[in-house]
C-alpha cells in the first residue's frame, strides 16, 4: 500500500501573515497518520511556515533550488539552505519553472541529485504541453522527463523521491485532465520506473496527479489506481478547499 500524498504549492502567492494563517488553518483540521500532507510556500515565508506546522508531521517544501552548496549565485537557495530551515522537501521541474524560466532536463537533473545527495525529499513534475499532447508526444514527454531528471539518482534515493505528473495544459487552467487520461499516464511511468530501477521501487513510488484539482473533481481522481495523492496549487491556498482535496483523497484510498 502506498501511502497518499496531498501537497499545496503556494506559488508567489499570500503575505507572511496569510502564510502563516493558512499554515495553522491546515495543521488545525487534519492528521497525518494514514496520509501525507504537505505545503510548499513562498521561500521567504519558510520559517514562518515551519513554526506554523512544527510537530505536526506536515512537510514543508520549497518550490526551487540551486544545485550548488554555496557560492556566488545571487538569488538561489542551496538544498543545505532549506534542510537548515527546517525544510525537507523541495518541489523540482515544475512547469513553471520549464517553461517560464528555461529550465532543463539537465539542469533539473543536477537539482535532483544535489538535494537528494543533502538530505531533501524531491517531488519531481512531469508532463507535456497542449502541442505535445495533441502531437501523441505525452509519453515520450514523460520518458524524457523521468529519464533525464531521475539520470544518476541510485534505487536507495528513489524511497525520496515523488513524481507529480502534470500536464501542462491542466495547469491553473481549470481543465483537468479526466480521470482516465490521468491514469494512462501515471500507468505508463510506473512501468518506466521498474525498467530504471525495479519492480518494488516502482510499486512504492507515489505518483501524483497535478491540474486544476479541487474539491469537486478530487475524489474521482484520486480514486484512480495509479494516482498516489495530489499537487495542488490555485485550490491549495484556502484551508476550506485544500482539505476539503486531503479528505476526498483519504477516502478514494481509504481500504475497502
Ligand atoms: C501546480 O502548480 O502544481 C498546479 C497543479 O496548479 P493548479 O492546481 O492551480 O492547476
Known sequence: MRKPYVAGNWKMNLSRTEAAALATGIVQGINCDDIDIGVAPPSVYLSAVIDAVEGTGVHVAAQNCHFE?????????????LLDVGCDTVIIGHSERRHIFGETDDLI??????????????????????DEREAGQTNDVCRRHIGEGLNGVTAEQMADVVIAYEPVWAIGTGRTATPEQAQEVHAFVRPLVASTFNTDIAAALRIQYGGSVNAENALDLMSQPDIDGALVGGASLKVESFLKIIEETRKAKAPA
Not at 552548496?69 to 539552505?81: D, I, N, R, V
Not at 537533473?109 to 497542449?130: F, R, S
Open 109 to 130: 537533473n543536477k537539482k535532483v541529485k544535489a538535494a537528494l545527495a543533502a538530505g531533501l525529499k524531491v517531488i519531481l513534475c512531469i508532463g507535456e504541453t497542449l
Open 69 to 81: 552548496p554555496k557560492g556566488a549565485f545571487t538569488g538561489e537557495l542551496s538544498p543545505a539552505m
